[in-house]
């Protein structure tokens, strides 16, 4: 069979009968949203990227993560939401966890509870501003009864983040998967609330998955076979 562009030919998915093969594998929120835009505009705000960094008003200088940090570690939050711990790669604090370290799940108590309320003041009122583009697109989506009318104001929020991206960060920072946020209500459309298509809870099933694979030759057999 011959590759092109990293393709190897047709998935036997698309021989399952009555099934979209296009339109049936939506994007992953928790690798696609939590793991992705938090994570890039965090590092491109502690100046931890590869990015020319001759000019970036955005970086913050250490008495600001400084004073995010404290934010962060001042809050008792309840039982059902995860505590975020220091964020800056200069934390000094024990309990700190810096970004680098954070799971999606801490992304997304981090964009979704915190950050609203933690960056004000922090970051300048234009890339705050950006910032909560951001939150309420991911936050609308997240609604359990989502309607056409919270979906529909998702997608006008996402879309003015992926342009405010576009004109307050280096060219790099326009990636893929902030393109990819623009999509995200069609999804919510098609499938439901984020969660509804999240893969989040079976995370824990990989550990199963790899306990099968006993050598480097043929892995995928040998998951089928167990």
């Known amino acids: 069979m011959e590759m092109c562009k990293g393709v190897k030919g047709f998935s036997l998915l698309q021989y399952v009968p009555h099934f979209d093969n296009l339109n049936g594998f939506p994007p992953d929120p928790m690798h696609s949203i939590y793991l992705c835009a938090p994570k890039q505009s965090t590092l491109m705000w502690f100046g931890d990227t ?5 000019v970036l008003p955005f970086i913050l200088t250490e008495e600001k993560q400084k004073e995010l940090d404290d934010f962060l570690e001042s809050i008792v939050p309840p039982h059902f939401i995860s505590r975020c711990r220091a964020i800056s790669p200069n934390s000094k604090s024990r309990r700190g966890r810096a970004h680098w370290k954070y799971k999606a799940h801490e992304w997304q108590m981090f964009l979704l509870y915190y950050s609203g309320v933690g960056l004000k003041g922090i970051l300048s009122d234009e890339f705050y501003e950006n910032w909560l583009f951001l939150v309420r697109g991911v936050s609308l989506l997240s609604y359990d009864d989502l309607t056409e009318e919270r979906t529909a104001l998702a997608e006008i929020n996402l879309l003015q983040f992926c342009k405010g991206v576009g004109t307050l960060y280096p060219t790099q920072a326009s990636s893929y998967n902030v393109h990819l946020l623009q999509h995200f209500p069609l999804l919510a459309r098609r499938f439901g609330s984020l969660y509804q298509f999240s ?12 306990s099968a694979v006993k050598g480097s030759q043929f892995p995928a057999s040998q998951i089928i076979k167990w």
């Open 199 to 210: 893969m989040a809870g079976f995370e824990s099933f990989n550990f199963e998955i790899k």
């Open 50 to 54: 590869c990015i020319d960094k001759d």
